[in-house]
């Protein structure tokens, strides 16, 4: 019975480890999204690790005005470099100042603020490592046993 306990507790922290995460973009849930703050790309997303599933969160709604302000907008290369928003690929912005983006394949993705707030240094661009994170399993020996439970587990969120 322990064993059985001991070994659903791992399960369970092992799932939670494999989790899909949501990046809080500029490392805060409030005012992450904001001009003059940081460079984004070198800065923010050089030190996180973006994997197939995960999703970016984008925080500007503190105070109110800023959503009417800024966006998200994902562009293409050429875009981004000319920060222009004229043929987005994707409009982000739901208007809330709260808006949530699924990075669903492994490649390069380009986010931009419309408005011109993109000159100033709001612009991101995130690299997509193409293993799930329940890929991960693999590294860690010890963790076998629950790698089926971690499989069935991670299917289950998708
Ligand atoms: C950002 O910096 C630019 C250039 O230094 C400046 O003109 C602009 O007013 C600043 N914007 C904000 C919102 O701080
Ligand atoms: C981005 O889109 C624009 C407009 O559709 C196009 O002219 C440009 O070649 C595209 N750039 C890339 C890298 O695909
Ligand atoms: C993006 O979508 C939001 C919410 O649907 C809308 O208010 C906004 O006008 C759109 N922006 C563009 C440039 O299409
Ligand atoms: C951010 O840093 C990257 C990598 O060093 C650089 O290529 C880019 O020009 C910088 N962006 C801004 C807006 O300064």
Excluded at 33 to 45: C, V
Excluded at 79 to 92: A, Q, V
Excluded at 130 to 156: F, G, I, M
Aim: glycine share 8%; charged share 20%; aromatic share 14%.
């Amino acid at each position: 019975m322990e064993s059985l306990t001991r070994r659903l507790m791992v399960t369970v922290l092992i799932a939670a480890l494999l989790m899909p995460l949501k990046h809080l973009v500029g490392g805060t849930e409030y005012n992450g999204w904001a001009p003059n703050k940081t460079n984004y790309t070198s800065d923010w997303a050089a030190h996180q690790q973006f994997h197939v599933g995960d999703w970016l969160y984008w925080g500007y709604d503190e105070p109110r005005i800023n959503r009417q302000l800024f966006s998200v907008f994902e562009v293409n290369k050429t875009d981004y470099d000319s920060c222009s928003t004229d043929h987005p690929l994707y409009n982000i912005s739901r208007g809330g100042g709260r808006d949530v983006f699924k990075l669903k394949q492994s490649r390069p993705y380009y986010f931009i603020s419309g408005g011109g707030f993109c000159w100033k240094g709001m612009k991101l661009t995130v690299f997509v490592d193409r293993h799930h994170r329940q890929k991960h399993c693999r590294l860690c020996p010890q963790l076998r046993p629950y790698l089926q439970v971690c499989l069935a587990y991670s299917e289950l969120l998708q």
